[in-house]
């Protein structure tokens, strides 16, 4: 049975910190890992990740990920409290895009 | 550009009531998902399609129903509600190629009495 666990469950933090979101994963036949960023509705995508070692950035964003030790994380320098949210990690195999998710990280961002 | 979309945006249903969720993208995706999400357990599968005329279940099943007459549209439905099935439901499409990211709708917040 495919598995995600993320940590911590919960952050909260102020402006101008950075903060480490992390996922691992077991997945059969791991294809890809993927972050979203949920606010009020819906899940919105940050990176996509196939590739040991090669960084995706996105602005204050930044994610990587590890094939050998089966984890990726997620930095945020500078975070803002716009940057308050849910964040989930997703990790897929080779079956029709299918996603196993973690139980989020929920991210409180004070002023 | 609308994406997904997801109708109802809420519902409030007593036990055994029957009722069908809407979900519709118009970017001509292959594969559809319905997920549940519920507090501290993340996103989990209910139904997929990997096409029109195709479904298959994921990772929680029982009590739902789907069906996909349409490539545009995804229906979940529930036969008998129970309280167990409160939720928040998302429907999510992707292309059909390789490493594509789903698109997930606004979702629909069910509650059972």
């Known amino acids: 049975e495919d598995k995600v666990v993320q940590s911590p469950l919960s952050l909260v933090v102020h402006e101008g910190d950075t903060v480490t979101l992390n996922c691992s994963y077991e997945?059969?036949?791991?294809?890809?890992l993927l972050w979203y960023k949920q606010e009020k509705k819906a899940p919105t995508f940050l990176f996509m990740l196939t590739s040991s070692g090669i960084e995706k950035k996105s602005g204050r964003l930044s994610s990587i990920l590890d094939k050998k030790e089966l984890f990726s994380i997620l930095n945020i320098t500078a975070t803002q409290t716009g940057d308050s949210a849910v964040y989930l990690c997703?990790?897929?195999?080779?079956?029709?895009?299918?996603?196993?998710f973690g139980q989020g990280t929920i991210l409180t961002v004070h002023p | 550009n609308a994406g997904v979309t997801q109708t109802p945006k809420f519902r409030v249903l007593k036990t055994g009531q029957s009722m069908t969720l809407l979900c519709a993208q118009d970017m001509n995706h292959e594969y559809m998902y319905w997920y549940r999400q519920d507090p501290g357990m993340g996103l989990r599968l209910i139904h997929y399609?990997?096409?029109?005329?195709?479904?298959a279940k994921g990772e929680v099943p029982d009590g739902y129903n789907v069906s996909r007459l349409k490539k545009q549209n995804f229906l979940l439905g529930l036969e008998s509600a129970a309280p167990s099935q409160t939720s928040v439901y998302f429907c999510?499409?992707?292309?059909?190629?390789?490493?594509?990211?789903?698109?997930f709708g606004d979702g629909t917040r069910l509650s059972i009495l």
């Open positions: 999510a499409s992707r292309p059909g190629v390789s490493n594509q990211p789903q698109h």
């Open positions: 399609s990997v096409g029109e005329g195709t479904t």
């Open positions: 997945v059969t036949n791991f294809r890809s």
């Open positions: 997703g990790a897929g195999g080779t079956s029709y895009g299918k996603l196993t």
